[in-house]
């Protein structure tokens, strides 16, 4: 079966810091990932996704970035943080038929 | 417009009643529609997809699709306290993204 992991599972950085979160997936090969940020209170916002190692497509412009390194694993990274990058940040796989399954997140703090 | 539109709530049921939950979308092109569910301080889990106009039934979840309406909905029969959560309307957008409701907050009272 397919499992997805994301670490840490919290984090508390200053603003200006930078920030690299990873996500990794086991048991399924060349998947489509997905990094998405919910803000409290609020819906899912897509960040980046990849169909495939090096392809990374941007959704919103910002401070982030996202690599995929190896096949099953994908980084959200970020030079210098915002305040406004609060938020719950989601990794998700995509399965054959388009659903997306999500890992257990990181909720990050900027002070 | 939003491409994904929900019901806000919150939307309070007593316990095992039926809990009846919509959702709009935009695109008529869209072909897979989705509802996850999302407990407080976690992440979205997928309760069922559904593909075809008509019901989709999986235990006490039935979706329900009408393509020509654009509307998706979900119901909960015999709600029970452990389905209290925000429940999300997921569309299949092209380009296996999908576009996200806001979510619909769901309290069953014991």
């Known amino acids: 079966s397919q499992t997805i992991h994301q670490w840490p599972a919290t984090l508390v950085q200053p603003v200006g810091s930078p920030l690299s979160l990873e996500c990794t997936v086991e048991g399924t090969s060349n998947p489509n990932l997905y990094w998405y940020r919910q803000a409290a209170g609020r819906g899912l916002q897509l960040l980046f996704y990849s169909v495939g190692i090096g392809q990374i497509s941007s959704e919103v412009p910002q401070n982030l970035s996202a690599s995929r390194p190896q096949d099953r694993q994908f980084i959200l990274s970020s030079k210098k943080l915002l305040l406004s990058d609060s938020g719950f940040y989601l990794c998700a796989w995509g399965g054959s038929s388009y659903e997306q399954y999500f890992g257990p997140g990181t909720r990050l703090t900027v002070t | 417009q939003k491409e994904v539109e929900q019901n806000s709530g919150p939307l309070s049921v007593p316990e095992g009643a039926i809990a009846s939950l919509n959702c709009t979308y935009s695109?008529?092109?869209?072909?897979?529609f989705f509802w996850y569910r999302q407990y407080s301080g976690k992440s979205p889990e997928l309760i069922m997809f559904?593909?075809?106009?008509g019901d989709k039934e999986d235990g006490r979840f039935t979706a329900q699709l009408n393509k020509a309406s654009q509307y998706v909905s979900l119901l909960i029969r015999d709600s029970q306290p452990s389905d209290s959560a925000t429940y999300l309307c997921a569309v299949n957008m092209g380009d296996y993204k999908l576009s996200f409701g806001a979510g619909t907050t769901v309290t069953v009272r014991a």
């Open positions: 695109d008529r092109g869209s072909q897979s």
């Open positions: 559904i593909y075809s106009n």
